[in-house]
């Protein structure tokens, strides 16, 4: 029997309705890898960058072929602000496991020291409760409704206890009655069960999405922690295509649809604010790797390039998203130091290291790729300024245009100092092979380090800086490397002789170096300072 692509309601009858997948946003990628592939057993069956974002990784987990109902994906915000669970979201995800597992995943939690509750019965069947780094409730739900033929091999959990696919997952809504219509005209899925505040709808292939009345609950908040939304099965391209057409029709609101080279999907809003995908099973997860290979390279699309700029490269790209180390491989892992911040190491590292401190309306990120054209061996570390400016990150507070706190400027000299050691004991940096490169206000806070905090750098790159101190102390600079990229064109170039002389009176060995260009950078910084360091390596 062929499935009419115009009626969704009858592909359940093909085997082909479902969940396709649920995706999540997680703040720690090292965490979340740990706990989805090492703790859970899943596979890492694909990385992929840049759909929306280009410093965005995505990364999807699965059974050990990357089976449409198996999957779980992840929108990684390294670092990212925290949402809030509430109505209009989805608020937990359940995992389907032999209904004799339960006691092995019982202690297996409490051996890997997880938070679990349970066993409790729900609708029938024995359910843990436990919680994943980001705080995001997983379920593991003993049934036999769900088989699953490909289990991931894991070591330290037997095959016959391994998670077979998704069970289900939750949705909070103040609109229930309508929540459930909506998903049973165009998912495939119909009501079975009901509690008092619970309608259970299933799906011909067995799993489920309970429908929870929430009304009176706190609104929901993207961010961290939080699921980004529900991904049910679609036969084809045809039928996605043409249920657009039919929520169209039913003026169901906006229904963007993509290509995202391992399905085809849509998505829309149901009543109740939850955001709904129908995605298709092909191509699938082996079009680029087969089997024996899933999740070991990163998938870049095609527009990752337009988002990047005409000039990027893949490398400048793909320094962007955060590393990670899957079980058993070398990872740093993640120290609580005064600032946030990114780590990224060389593929082939020659034990030197460059601290990044970016300007004003930045972050962490935006200083990465030029840093790695200059020091490509290097491990980058790169802070986010902890001041805000109409919420974008600054690394002390401006008064004026060229008026700054210097309460603050010296107190946040003092936590970067605090960070330097630091991140010298936990990540095992040499500082007598370390440079620090700053942009704008970021170069402004090393430039006043330099005096505030002496014999804390010995080798600094200030791109369109000036001295942000209104009186400057004294300080033996000599033995220090200082490299002043100015701009021609910028404005704040008029600050920089009296910055210059501040820095060579001190004793630093200073160079200057104008481009032709403004307040912002140009492809002649990454070389210029790639050219001082060459010419320049660390003092031992």
């Not at 849509?266 to 699938?284: H, N, Q």
């Not at 490398?315 to 120290?335: I, K, S």
């Not at 402004?444 to 002496?454: D, G, H, R």
């Not at 060579?504 to 492809?523: F, M, R, Y």
Request: hydrophobic share 40%; aromatic share 8%; glycine share 10%.
């Amino acid at each position: 029997m062929t499935a009419n692509p115009r009626d969704f309601d009858r592909v359940a009858p093909n085997g082909t309705s479902g969940l396709h997948h649920v995706t999540l946003i997680t703040r720690k990628v090292q965490a979340n890898v740990d706990f989805y592939v090492g703790f859970l057993g899943l596979r890492l069956v694909k990385r992929t960058a840049g759909f929306e974002d280009a410093a965005q990784l995505h990364l999807f987990y699965g059974d050990r072929t990357g089976t449409p109902g198996s999957l779980v994906s992840f929108l990684v915000w390294e670092d990212g602000g925290p949402g809030r669970v509430g109505e209009g979201q989805p608020s937990e995800i359940a995992f389907a496991i032999a209904p004799g597992s339960i006691g092995f995943w019982l202690q297996r939690a409490l051996r890997y020291l997880v938070p679990v509750s349970g066993p409790a019965p729900e609708f029938g069947e024995p359910v843990l409760r436990l919680k994943d780094p980001d705080g995001v409730i997983v379920k593991l739900v003993g049934t036999t409704a769900v088989p699953g033929r490909n289990p991931a091999a894991t070591d330290g959990i037997p095959p016959e206890d391994a998670i077979r696919a998704l069970r289900g997952a939750t949705i909070l809504t103040s609109r229930a009655a309508e929540t459930s219509s909506f998903l049973q005209r165009h998912t495939g899925f119909r009501s079975s069960e009901k509690s008092e505040t619970i309608e259970r709808l299933r799906s011909d292939a067995g799993d489920v999405i309970d429908v929870r009345d929430a009304s009176g609950f706190w609104t929901s908040a993207p961010g961290t922690g939080t699921i980004d939304h529900i991904a049910v099965r679609a036969p084809s391209r045809a039928a996605v295509e043409a249920l657009r057409e039919r929520l169209g029709e039913e003026n169901a609101g906006p229904t963007p649809a993509h290509d995202r080279t391992y399905f085809f999907s849509l998505y829309v809003r149901e009543p109740g604010g939850s955001l709904i995908e129908v995605a298709t099973d092909s191509p699938g997860m082996t079009i680029d790797e087969d089997e024996a290979t899933l999740g070991t390279r990163l998938f870049v699309p095609g527009h990752f390039r337009d988002i990047a700029g005409e000039t990027a490269t893949l490398e400048d790209m793909t320094v962007l998203l955060p590393q990670f180390g899957l079980p058993g491989e070398e990872r740093f892992a993640a120290r609580d130091l005064p600032f946030i911040h990114r780590l990224h190491q060389a593929d082939a590292p020659d034990g030197s290291t460059l601290f990044l401190l970016h300007g004003s309306g930045a972050n962490e990120l935006s200083l990465l790729p030029l840093a790695r054209k200059a020091a490509p061996h290097a491990l980058l570390v790169a802070l986010r300024g902890r001041s805000l400016e109409e919420g974008a990150p600054r690394f002390y507070r401006r008064l004026g245009a060229a008026t700054f706190d210097q309460a603050d400027i010296a107190s946040e000299a003092e936590a970067l100092a605090a960070f330097v050691d630091g991140a010298a004991s936990g990540y095992g940096i040499d500082l007598e092979r370390a440079a620090f490169l700053g942009c704008s206000n970021g170069a402004n806070l090393i430039a006043a380090s330099l005096f505030l905090q002496p014999g804390l750098i010995r080798r600094a790159i200030l791109l369109r800086s000036m001295m942000p101190l209104e009186t400057v102390p004294e300080a033996d600079l000599s033995g220090t490397d200082v490299l002043v990229v100015s701009g021609a064109d910028d404005s704040f170039d008029a600050y920089r002789p009296a910055q210059v002389k501040a820095l060579t009176e001190a004793g630093a060995e200073t160079t200057v170096v104008t481009l032709a260009a403004g307040h912002e950078l140009s492809p002649e910084d990454a070389s210029t300072v790639a050219r001082w360091l060459d010419a320049r390596p660390a003092r031992s």
